[in-house]
C-alpha cells in the first residue's frame, strides 16, 4: 500500500503544482479538512483559504492560497481544480492589503444597492484576505522559504 498521494493542482492559467506528497490540507465549504493516503472517495467546493501539502517526514513543501474551485479525491490521487492559486512567494503582500481596502470601501458603497455587485465584492474581499494571511504567515516565521 501506497503512503503518499498524487497531488496535481490547476488554475485556468496553469499547472501550479504535481508531485507526490503525504498530506493536503485545504479550506472547503465544510471546514478545513486534511487528506491523507487512502482517504475515502470524495468531491467537495474550496473556498478562500490557505492550502498546505506535506512531505513524508511531515515537513511542509507547498503553502499557497486558494481563491475556491473544487477538489477531488480518489484512490491515492488528490485533483484540486482552483480559481486561482498563488504559492507564497507569489504573493505581494502590499498589492493584496491594497485590493483588500479597495474591495471594503467598495463595499460599503453598493451594500444597499446591487446585491450581485455586493456578492462579488464579498467574493474579492475572501480571496485577498486569504492571500495576506498566507504572506503574513510565511513572514511571521510559521511557514517555510522556499528553496532557491
Do not use: C, W
Not at 33 to 51: A, D, K, Q, W
Not at 91 to 96: L, N, P, S, T, V
Not at 103 to 110: H, I, N
Amino acid at each position: 500500500m501506497s503512503s503518499q498521494l498524487r497531488l496535481k493542482i490547476v488554475t485556468p492559467e496553469r499547472v501550479v503544482v504535481e508531485q507526490a506528497v503525504s498530506s493536503v490540507t485545504v479550506p472547503t465549504r465544510q471546514g478545513q479538512i486534511t487528506v491523507l493516503p487512502h482517504h475515502i472517495p470524495l468531491v467537495s467546493l474550496l473556498t478562500p483559504g490557505e492550502l498546505s501539502a506535506r512531505d513524508e517526514k511531515g515537513s511542509e513543501m507547498a503553502a499557497m492560497a486558494v481563491s475556491g474551485g473544487f477538489i477531488e479525491v480518489s484512490g491515492n490521487t488528490v485533483v484540486i481544480l482552483a480559481d486561482t492559486a498563488e504559492r507564497v512567494e507569489e504573493i505581494d503582500e502590499a498589492r493584496a492589503e491594497s485590493a483588500r481596502e479597495r474591495a471594503k470601501q467598495l463595499l460599503a458603497e453598493v451594500r444597499s444597492r446591487d446585491d450581485v455587485a455586493y456578492a462579488t465584492l464579498v467574493a474579492k474581499m475572501e480571496k485577498e484576505l486569504a492571500r495576506l494571511r498566507v504572506a503574513r504567515k510565511r513572514k511571521a516565521g510559521h511557514l517555510p522559504r522556499p528553496e532557491a
